[in-house]
T-cell receptor
């Protein structure tokens, strides 16, 4: 079992729709959760981070964390073609206190 | 402008050669990291440094070496012992060590390394 799992996609949504990206993790002791966006050929860019159960909103982005079920999700409202990218989920690993990345989900927003 | 600068953008390595990738940050961050990304895969941690003059092996340190003599600099050497070096190398930094402080990591633009 991978430490951080994401559906590789591609996830295709029409422009203006809500895109929902999911991530599950295996370490129950994980404390911090991060979402990065990576355009093709570029480096990852931090979008959001969340530490507590529940929702955290920032503009069109909402991160949702459920520690009991060990999943974290990212919702993108009013999706735009410029949101088309790979979204990486990263989770701190309790043992060794390192950040572990999922392989990412490719999102395609069609205009 | 504050940020993380990686150089060169592209690098080619000959068989048996060591190459060094540069990473400089002017964010006054204590912690710095090196990751490797292969196509379709997540980032894997090579080495990290929580503070100047200290560094630790990550998950895939074999064939790599680092130094942290200055707070702003964390160069990575890919040695000839690394048999499959072709990848996208990413340097990151954070205010404090992510594992302890929950501080997010920010990335440089990366270096693409290929074998000639």
């Amino acid at each position: 079992q991978k430490e951080v799992e994401q559906n590789s996609g591609p996830l295709s949504v029409p422009e203006g729709a809500i895109a929902s990206l999911n991530c599950t993790y295996s370490d129950r002791g994980s404390q911090s959760f991060f979402w990065y966006r990576q355009y093709s050929g570029k480096s990852p860019e931090l979008i959001m981070f969340i530490y507590s159960n529940g929702d955290k909103e920032d503009g069109r982005f909402t991160a949702q964390l459920n520690k009991a079920s060990q999943y974290v999700s990212l919702l993108i409202r009013d999706s735009q073609p410029s949101d088309s990218a790979t979204y990486l989920c990263a989770v701190t690993r309790r043992y060794g206190n390192k950040l572990v990345f999922g392989a990412g989900t490719i999102l395609r927003v069609k205009s | 402008d504050g940020g993380i600068t990686q150089s060169p953008k592209y690098l080619f390595r000959k068989e048996g050669q060591n190459v060094t990738l540069s990473c400089e940050q002017n964010l006054n961050h204590d912690a710095m990291y090196w990751y490797r990304q292969d196509p379709g895969q997540g980032l894997r941690l090579i080495y990290y440094s929580q503070i100047v003059n200290d560094f630790q092996k990550g998950d895939i340190a074999e064939g790599y070496s680092v130094s942290r003599e200055k707070k702003e600099s964390f160069p990575l050497t890919v040695t000839s012992a690394q048999k499959n070096p072709t990848a996208f190398y990413l340097c990151a930094s954070s205010i404090g060590w992510t594992g302890d402080s929950n501080q997010p990591q920010h990335f440089g633009d990366g270096t693409r390394l290929s074998i000639l």
